[in-house]
C-alpha cells in the first residue's frame, strides 16, 4: 500500500514534443504529490509538487495533473528540450508522515535534438 | 554557499570496513534525511531527524547508525560494510513537515 508506480521506465521525445510520465498510488492517505527532477552525477531537485485539493497545477511548461478518484497523477513536460533531458521521480507522502518521501522508480527521459 | 553539502563525494573500500558519510545543512532547516540509491536508480529513504530527534527509521540494517550532533548536520556510520551496500547515499533537508526536501550532491559508495 505504500507504493508509487511509475510508468514508463524511460522515454525518448523529439524536441518541441510533449514528454508524460504517469505515477499510480494505492495509499488513499497520501496527500502530497511531487515530482523530482534528477541530472546524472546530482542530486534530486524538486521540479513542481501538487496537493488533492486541484487537479492540475502548471508551472512553465510543466504541468501536474491529477485524478483522485482513480489515484493517478501524470507530469506533462511541453515543448520538450533537450535540457530537460533527466531521470524523472514522482513522489507521494501524506500528513503525519514526517515528511516520508515513497519515491517511483523513476523515469529515464531523452528530448533528441 | 552549497545549501546541503556532503563529504565525500566518492568512497571507495573494501568488505568489512567501516565508513562513515557526512552531511551538512546552511539551510536552517529542522528536519534531515538520508536515502540510499541502488544501481536501478530506485531512491528509498534510510533515516529522518528532527531537531536532532530520530523520526523515521527505516528497516535498515542495524550496520547502519545515523547520528545528529546538532540540526545542521546528520551524519551516518556504516560498519562491516557489505558488497550489497555498494549504492549512491543522499542527504537532504526540509524545513517542516511536507515541505521540500532539498537534496545534497550524494556519496557513491564502492565496496569492493
Redesign the interface.
Known sequence: QQQVKQSPQSLIVQKGGISIINCAYENTAFDYFPWYQQFPGKGPALLIAIRPDVSEKKEGRFTISFNKSAKQFSLHIMDSQPGDSATYFCAASYSGGYNKLIFGAGTRLAVHP | DTA?SQTPKYLVTQMGNDKSIKCEQNLGHD?M?WYKQDS??????MF?Y?NKEL??NETVPNRFSPKSPDKAHLNLHINSLELGDSAVY?C?S?Q???????????TRLTVL
Not at chain 2, 536501478?40 to 529513504?45: G, T, V, Y
Open positions: 546541503v528536519t534525511y536501478k536508480k530506485f531512491l528509498k529513504i529522518s528532527n523520526i523515521i543522499f537532504a526540509s517542516q513537515t511536507q515541505d521540500t526536501q532539498y537534496f545534497g550532491p550524494g
